[in-house]
């Protein structure tokens, strides 16, 4: 012990931290394998402090002991040295868990041999400094100095951070000189209500991580959504939100909208039918229904069916049952096309009043942001009429000619197409239509048309909101008010339809609705229940930031709700055969087992206790190891639920020396010492198909580049989907309808899968019963 002690202090450690880690066993073993392997790598050198700090660092994150050695050599040989290089080190041997570790990819990815110099942090942080020099001789030493740090950490990935800010300190402080009494003053936030708090500062994206609190921590998504955490405009009041554009009308307008609305909040959620829901839909239906139900409102599930292309009858389906599965029943249900006509009439009228202009410009022409003026812009408003008409009767090829909006967006985008022609049947208008509204032309005049209070989107959508305001004064028609909030984003997946149609079509996985995948088909046929990811949604918060949240936190949800509601059974997934010898042949007890332990008032089932029983084959262990609890032959073990303690007699082996049945003695558990440990077990068992599931992909962020140069379809996780044909389960589980849930005592929470019948049941693992810390 205090050869170990002084080894712990030798690289830095204080005493006291030192005893600290020797009373974590693991730890304590680690590290001192970690230290040896250095020191024998250093030789003379020895380990120095801040090799000592990365050692320890390493040690106490580290999920897999056998990469310790690989890991330890690395630091002793000065390839790892920050601790922004041992986190990418620590990532990337966790999400390459094969043998042998490629050691060119390895120090790319850890930036080893990077060297940042002074000139170049200097110039970076120049170059930063440059581009807002005007907003920080305005604002001072107000501006956000968050902002410049991450800009120039962003372009030196691999420099010392305090180096970073030591630069952006000495610069801001050459550029603006000492801080005067002004600068001195707490900065007052204006009292005027609005969302748009972060757009006053700019933010960081927030990172959920394990131990730091959840933006709606501790309140449940109603009590945010009538809350302060919004503050947004009364019904009626439009004008008052910032940017809101007053015209001669607006009032009346408003006035108007009063009386067809009685002062009620309306709101709608609009999908796109091309695709299935996935979890960041689950905020924005939460959002959207939820801020409507909690202030008495109302909210329209409206479809965005403008592209004929791409809909699906089967996506509007799914897209209703996902919204009434997470517990929302839509005030109406209406469609973009139940406007064309009257969105048609408005196109009319926009042209008339010299907004739009018919164009003939390609489609290439009209990509990006630095379009070229369209030749076409000052056409005669009567040539517009005309052509707009031989568009709408089918007078042109697709891509001849355009409608397009005297508009520049607010990312700069010059003149919108308003209409385009696809000579392609609607499901709903058939072929009575040719020419079709885009989202930027139809989206506002919808939310006018049902006399929307609140148009809630995605910050992405932020760039559209002068167009939104501008379209609708335009017309002089009513105008709502655009409010934006952050994506809810999940690491280790992707949610792209494209991505995700590639992932079914080149058989990765089965369809939308395959349990690794994190749309909500897929979470529902996984076992996720509805309130879950409800939960989830209020604990990420109804912030206006993006949120990035590990997959972990979703399925902390998962198990609090599952805990509550799903029925235990037993089940074995590795069957090892026990007989008790002494027990009669044809010996057989009805043993009684609590549905839900902690509360055997909510009931319970009966399962048969025979002669012959199966039990886990990790349950058993021939040679006694340290710490290991459960059945050995010198070890017995009781059997939940059974009132039974069962004793070794007898190992039997297959021709491979491999235990494949035990013959044991049981006593009652009143008489017998108490057991070290009691297991599950079951007997006259249901053979069911079990599937096992883990992240689809080996990467937090699947899609980034810089992580997976070869894309996300090289980053599968081979073993996601684990298939166990011949599971046993306790008959309890007879009769178990599709999506009906279980916890299978001391194994995990199972679904009931789609796929089940008559013949055989099939379960799908949900999650597990607690966080596996070694999870991929």
């Not at 041997?93 to 200097?122: L, R, Y």
Request: aromatic share 8%; glycine share 6%; hydrophobic share 35%.
């Amino acid at each position: 012990m205090a050869d170990t002690l002084a080894l712990f202090t030798s690289i830095g450690l204080s005493e006291q931290k030192a005893k600290e880690t020797l009373k974590n066993e693991a730890l304590s073993s680690a590290l001192k394998d970690a230290i040896v392997q250095a020191q024998n790598f250093r030789g003379a050198s020895g380990v120095d402090k801040a090799m000592g700090t990365l050692l320890y660092s390493m040690t106490s994150r580290l999920k897999d002991p056998k990469r310790l050695a690989f890991l330890s050599d690395s630091i002793a040989q000065g390839k790892i040295c920050t601790e922004l290089q041992l986190a990418a080190a620590l990532d990337f041997v966790k999400s390459h868990p094969q043998d042998p570790i490629n050691q060119e990819e390895f120090e790319e990815a850890c930036g080893v041999g990077v060297v940042i110099t002074p000139e170049q942090i200097e110039d970076a942080v120049e170059k930063v400094l440059k581009k807002h020099k005007d907003q920080l001789l305005k604002e001072r030493y107000h501006f956000n100095m968050g902002l410049l740090m991450g800009e120039a950490r962003g372009a030196l990935k691999w420099a010392d951070g305090k180096v970073i800010k030591n630069e952006v300190d000495m610069q801001v402080l050459h550029l603006l000189g000492p801080k005067t009494e002004a600068d001195l003053e707490k900065k007052s936030k204006p009292q005027k209500a609005k969302v748009a708090e972060n757009e006053a500062k700019v933010k960081k994206e927030e990172v959920a991580v394990d131990g730091e609190a959840m933006p709606g921590e501790g309140k449940s998504l109603m009590e945010q959504l009538r809350g302060e955490a919004l503050k947004f405009h009364k019904p009626g009041e439009n004008y008052k939100t910032e940017g809101y554009v007053v015209t001669p009308n607006t009032m009346s307008l408003l006035k108007k909208h009063l009386e067809i609305t009685g002062g009620q909040i309306r709101t709608r959620f609009p999908p796109e039918p091309n695709g299935i829901l996935h979890i960041g839909h689950a905020k924005a239906i939460n959002f959207n229904f939820g801020y409507a139900k909690a202030n008495n409102g109302i909210c329209f599930l409206r479809y965005d069916d403008t592209n004929p292309e791409k809909e699906e009858e089967k996506y509007f389906t799914a897209i209703r049952d996902m919204v009434e599965w997470l517990g929302y029943k839509p005030y109406a249900v209406t469609h973009a096309s139940d406007n064309f006509q009257q969105l048609y009439d408005l196109a009319v009228d926009l042209i008339r009043r010299g907004h739009a202009y018919v164009c003939h410009q390609k489609g290439e022409e009209l990509k990006g942001y630095n379009t070229p003026p369209s030749p076409w812009r000052d056409r005669p408003i009567e040539e517009s009429l005309i052509l707009f008409e031989r568009m709408k009767k089918g007078m042109f090829a697709e891509g001849e000619a355009t409608l397009r909006m005297k508009m520049v967006m607010e990312d700069g985008k010059m003149d919108p197409v308003a209409y385009r022609i696809k000579y392609t049947p609607h499901h709903r208008t058939g072929d009575e239509w040719c020419i079709y509204p885009t989202y930027d032309y139809t989206h506002c005049l919808c939310d006018s048309i049902e006399n929307i209070t609140h148009s809630l989107c995605t910050k992405e959508f932020q760039a559209r909101r002068s167009s939104y305001f501008w379209l609708c004064n335009a017309l002089d028609v009513y105008c709502p008010v655009q409010w934006e909030y952050g994506r809810l984003n999940l690491t280790y997946t992707v949610v792209s339809k494209r991505k995700i149609i590639k992932l079914v079509e080149t058989g990765v996985v089965r369809d939308w609705d395959d349990p690794r995948l994190f749309t909500l088909t897929a979470l529902r046929r996984r076992g996720f229940p509805p309130e879950a990811i409800n939960n989830f949604c209020a604990r990420v918060g109804v912030t206006v930031s993006q949120t990035t949240t590990e997959p972990h936190l979703l399925e902390a949800c998962v198990r609090d709700v599952l805990n509550e509601t799903a029925p235990r059974a037993m089940a074995v997934l590795e069957p090892l055969k026990v007989t008790i010898t002494n027990l009669p042949e044809n010996s057989k007890t009805d043993v009684r087992v609590p549905d839900y332990p902690a509360n055997e008032a909510k009931g319970s089932h009966t399962v048969p206790f025979t002669r012959t029983i199966f039990i886990e084959q990790s349950d058993f262990r021939e040679v006694m190891e340290k710490g290991y609890k459960r059945l050995t032959p010198d070890q017995p073990v009781g059997l939940r639920h059974a009132g039974y303690v069962i004793s070794v007699q007898k190992v039997i082996k297959d021709a491979q020396g491999k235990a494949v049945e035990l013959e044991v003695t049981c006593c009652s558990s009143e008489t017998a010492e108490k057991p070290k440990a009691f297991i599950h077990w079951v007997s006259q068992p249901i053979v069911c198909e079990v599937r096992l599931y883990e992240r689809l992909f080996l990467h937090k962020n699947p899609e980034d580049p810089s992580e997976v140069p070869k894309g996300f379809l090289s980053d599968i996780n081979a073993n996601s989907l684990q298939t166990i044909n011949s599971a046993l389960v306790d008959t309890s589980v007879k009769g178990a309808k599709v999506f009906d849930k279980f916890q299978f005592e001391r194994v995990g929470y199972f679904s009931l899968d789609p796929d089940s019948t008559s013949d055989k049941l099939v379960f799908n693992r949900t999650v597990t019963l607690k966080e596996d810390p070694g999870k991929i």
